[in-house]
């Protein structure tokens, strides 16, 4: 009897709750990744360091901006800030989760409208991939890659 309970004890057979805790780290990841754009939209330096890693990787859309922590990306987000009237529009997101539910990656297209002086632009189909970890309890960007199909970016759909 007392090994056939070890036995049991040692598979790698989920709980129901089990699946229900992965569910709801599934839908606190979305939730992170439905805000990751809030400090662009709203002009916020000290939203985008408490959501980029200070060690992550964002290699951004023109072939310049690769940035590999904190310190080099800060001054090109500094600049974005003076970007008016952002708004992203998420759709098409698709996440991968770790089995143990600290790190997602993920996929999706991006539209971004703003404004420049009086001059409103849409840039339409930007493909924004990366992934995010839990760290401390908290959700952060580790590597993010944003391109729009220029040349130098690998995108076709």
Same mark, same amino acid.
């Given at each position: 009897?007392?090994?056939? #309970?070890?036995?049991?004890?040692? /598979?790698?057979? *989920?709980?129901?709750?089990?699946? #229900?805790?992965? +569910?709801?780290? *599934? /839908?606190?990841?979305?939730?992170?990744? =439905?805000?990751?754009? =809030?400090? %662009?939209?709203? !002009?916020?330096?000290?939203?985008?360091?408490?959501? %980029? &890693?200070?060690?992550?990787?964002? #290699?951004? /859309?023109? $072939?310049?901006? &690769? &940035?590999?922590?904190?310190?080099?990306?800060?001054?090109? @987000?500094?600049?974005?800030?003076? +970007?008016?009237?952002?708004?992203?529009?998420? *759709?098409?997101?698709?996440?991968?989760?770790?089995?143990?539910?600290?790190?997602?990656? %993920? !996929?999706?297209?991006?539209? @971004?409208?703003?404004?420049?002086?009086?001059?409103?632009?849409?840039?339409?189909?930007?493909?924004? !991939?990366?992934?995010? $970890? $839990?760290?401390?309890?908290?959700?952060?960007?580790?590597?993010?890659?944003?391109? #729009?199909?220029? =040349?130098?970016?690998?995108?076709?759909?």
């Amino acid at each position: 009897l007392f090994l056939v #309970i070890v036995s049991f004890s040692c /598979t790698d057979v *989920k709980t129901k709750s089990q699946e #229900i805790d992965l +569910i709801s780290v *599934k /839908t606190e990841a979305n939730k992170f990744l =439905d805000s990751q754009w =809030d400090w %662009f939209e709203e !002009s916020s330096l000290e939203k985008a360091k408490n959501i %980029f &890693y200070e060690k992550g990787i964002l #290699i951004g /859309t023109d $072939k310049s901006e &690769y &940035y590999t922590n904190w310190v080099e990306l800060e001054p090109s @987000l500094k600049g974005q800030l003076a +970007i008016q009237n952002v708004e992203v529009l998420t *759709k098409s997101r698709t996440v991968f989760m770790s089995e143990d539910g600290r790190m997602v990656s %993920f !996929s999706e297209i991006l539209d @971004l409208s703003f404004q420049v002086g009086e001059e409103t632009m849409t840039i339409a189909g930007i493909r924004s !991939s990366g992934v995010i $970890k $839990k760290m401390n309890e908290q959700w952060k960007i580790v590597q993010m890659h944003n391109s #729009i199909g220029v =040349d130098g970016q690998a995108v076709e759909y």
